[in-house]
């Protein structure tokens, strides 16, 4: 069964840019729509942006609409955030999973986010 791995969190400080990254492991993206998710101490996970196969299609929520960037290399198999003007409230542990179109690419994101096996997710701190 395919698990992500997600990599690439650190500290950084408020304003400050980072790209994280994910890998699937035991398996393959290969055809699949892959989205971003957060979770920050205290709070329910939720969705933050989603690449389609082929890339010409993205979604992304609100609160990251024109500061985060999601990229996908299928020659590589891996999809990026690349993460700008982070905020204290962009903090988090950072998860990435595959989900069907008509969930991750709608309006908004999946109303219910429940996938398949998550993996360890990679922490963002923004702090200064």
């Known amino acids: 069964q395919m698990q992500p791995v997600e990599s690439g969190g650190r500290l950084v400080p408020p304003g400050g840019s980072l790209r994280i990254s994910c890998a699937p492991s035991g398996g393959t993206f290969s055809r699949s729509v892959v989205g971003w998710f957060r979770q920050a101490p205290g709070k329910e996970r939720e969705f933050v942006a989603a690449?389609?196969?082929?890339?010409?299609?993205?979604n992304y929520a609100d609160s990251v609409l024109g500061r985060f960037t999601i990229t996908r290399d299928n020659a590589k198999d891996w999809v990026y955030l690349w993460m700008n003007s982070l905020r204290p409230e962009d903090t988090g542990v950072y998860y990435c999973?595959?989900?069907?179109?008509?969930?991750?690419?709608?309006?908004?994101?999946?109303?219910?986010?429940?996938?398949?096996?998550w993996g360890q997710g990679t922490q963002v701190t923004v702090s200064s």
């Open positions: 999973n595959v989900g069907p179109a008509s969930s991750l690419l709608s309006p908004g994101g999946p109303s219910k986010i429940d996938f398949g096996s």
């Open positions: 690449i389609s196969w082929s890339g010409d299609s993205d």
